[in-house]
């Protein structure tokens, strides 16, 4: 089934895409460039309803056939949040059933439909390759790992709760740039079946902030996202 529904998404957790957008300072003499739109207009709305109604089915399809048990009824959704940065998440709802959120701000940045088709297939990746549970796996253990230090090292209270939220938050960063090229690669493969382009949409990257090879960062450089993609492009 496919649904778009206008809502405020409060309290979600999942992958988040977000981009940054950095406005520079103007020499002397220039004109300020306008800010980007933060709402789409009738045109990125519809082009919004035409990308779910061939991305979603296709995502459907790939989750059922790589899957067992797996709930693949994704239902997407729109946060109509106002002043919020461009971003898309995935996450589940209390039934199991996975959601793909929007927020007004990418819909209105992304520049053309393969873009906003391959962000879809990405987040949709996330789901099929339970990257959500595996953090949240990740993220337990880290914090088992750092109560447990904090306990040996014969810390308080209060030192072991700060060292089981630290242990927690290096757990879930773990692995979460090799969840996002998983991501990636799903994504293309998703993105190309549902008639797009997986090369051109992955260009949204270059409207991203290059988070380069950070420790512990949580997404990889976007020239190793960009190879990933055309990898597997190259082999479709």
Request: charged share 20%; proline share 7%.
């Amino acid at each position: 089934m496919r649904w778009i529904i206008l809502m405020s998404m409060i309290g979600l957790t999942g992958c988040v895409s977000t981009v940054q957008t950095q406005q520079p300072k103007p020499a002397p003499q220039q004109v300020a460039k306008a800010p980007k739109p933060t709402k789409p207009n009738r045109a990125q709305q519809q082009q919004f309803v035409q990308i779910v109604k061939s991305v979603e089915p296709v995502a459907e399809r790939e989750c059922r056939a790589r899957t067992k048990g797996m709930n693949c009824d994704f239902k997407i959704v729109v946060d109509d949040r106002p002043n919020q940065p461009p971003n898309a998440f995935q996450t589940v709802d209390k039934s199991g059933r996975p959601i793909l959120a929007f927020n007004l701000a990418l819909i209105a940045q992304v520049r053309n439909k393969d873009e906003l088709a391959f962000v879809m297939g990405h987040e949709a990746a996330h789901h099929i390759r339970g990257h959500l549970s595996r953090q949240q796996q990740n993220a337990a253990a880290g914090a088992i790992v750092g109560a447990g230090i904090a306990a040996i090292l014969g810390v308080n209270t209060s030192g072991i709760d700060a060292a089981t939220d630290v242990g927690a938050s290096v757990g879930a960063r773990s692995y979460s740039k090799n969840y996002e090229l998983e991501a990636d690669a799903l994504g293309t493969i998703i993105t190309h079946k549902a008639g797009y382009n997986p090369v051109r949409g992955a260009q949204f990257f270059s409207q991203l902030p290059d988070p380069g090879n950070r420790f512990l960062g949580t997404h990889p450089p976007n020239a190793q996202r960009m190879q990933t993609v055309r990898k597997v492009a190259s082999q479709l």
